[in-house]
């Protein structure tokens, strides 16, 4: 069944007299459990359509339905509860906070949310379980990656949500890091949206949307995902 429903979804900035549509009627679907990949030029309208998904944006028009909700309705603490408790995100830049420990960095997170996993088992899920006690100038470009994937799946989110997450790294870090995000799709069931404009990863996910002058060009069901090794 659908766990994210996208229905033309538009995003119309407007400039003076112009308008500029980053969303130009997207429609597409995501199921539960799936790796999902958003490619695109820079330009296309990726951030767009992740930071509406995360509730960080608002559509112009159009539905967007998670696991049975119309997001678009949400407003005020309803909003804010969402992007809490719901959505798990990561970035190119991890965003650690420098004077606190690893594991410090995921139990801060915790201790706003719903219904929190245990920390040190989610470190120990990203490979980390050896690098609690390390400040993030301590570790490697992709281990503090994997700090900022642990931080985000510590909340028991129901979607992951990530922007160009191998993008600062080089490219055997980035494949671990991208092992990680779909070994967490099979082995947690966990749902995941990569967002970027590198072509080559679209190969790994279960789902390829191509996103192209603000509209989805194609939507892919990919039977045979190359895992990543
Ligand atoms: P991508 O993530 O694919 O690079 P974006 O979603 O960032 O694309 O941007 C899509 C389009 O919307 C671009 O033309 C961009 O210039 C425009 N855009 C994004 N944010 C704004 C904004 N705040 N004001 C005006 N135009 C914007
Ligand atoms: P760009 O510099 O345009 O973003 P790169 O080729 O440097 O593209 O790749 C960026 C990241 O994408 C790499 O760090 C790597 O993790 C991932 N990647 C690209 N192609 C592959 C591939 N064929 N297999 C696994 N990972 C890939």
New binding site residues.
Partial sequence: SEFVSLRDVKKI?H?GEID?A?ANGITFDIRKGEFAVVV??????????LNILGGMDTATSGEVWIDGQDITKYKGKELTAYRRDDIGFVFQFYNLIPNLTALENVELALQICRDPLDAREVMEHVGLGERLDNFPAQLSGGEQQRVAIARALAKNPKLLLCDEPTGALDYNTGKAILKLLQDTCRQRGMTVIL?T?NSAIAPMADRIIR?KN?RAESIETNPHPVPVE
């Fill in positions: 900035y400039m500029i980053a695109g030029p820079s330009g296309a309208g990726k951030t767009t359509v967002i404009h996103i603000g």
